[in-house]
């Protein structure tokens, strides 16, 4: 499915990435940024970050229930991914509400 048609950038090709960036380091922090600049693309209208977000929890949650990573370690990391989450989704309603009101 497409995800973003700015760069036409497919959920497979996202969910392939962020495994690669887990399998280098499992609990780092993954971001929209971080999942384009590995593939060596930019964010244009960012339209597509709040799905982008979805897949990154997603396929985060997934990663770690299929090899069983300790539980209290991703319940903290789970929670500051979520909260993250709802941070951007915020500023992108902001963003948007500004435009409007300038346009
Ligand atoms: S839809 Fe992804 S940057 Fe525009």
Not at 81 to 96: D, H, M, S, V, Y
Request: proline share 2%.
């Amino acid at each position: 499915m497409m995800v973003c048609s700015c760069n036409l950038i497919t959920d497979k090709d996202i969910k392939e990435v962020i495994v690669a960036l887990l399998d280098e380091d499992c609990w780092q922090l993954i971001v929209p940024g971080k999942v384009y600049h590995a593939m060596q693309k930019r964010g244009r209208c960012c339209g597509c970050f709040p799905n982008v977000v979805d897949l990154i929890v997603r396929t985060t949650e997934e990663y770690h229930a299929a090899r069983e990573s300790a539980g209290d370690h991703v319940v903290v990391f789970m929670e500051r991914l979520r909260i993250f989450q709802e941070e951007q989704k915020t500023a992108i309603f902001e963003r948007r509400q500004r435009m409007a009101s300038v346009a």
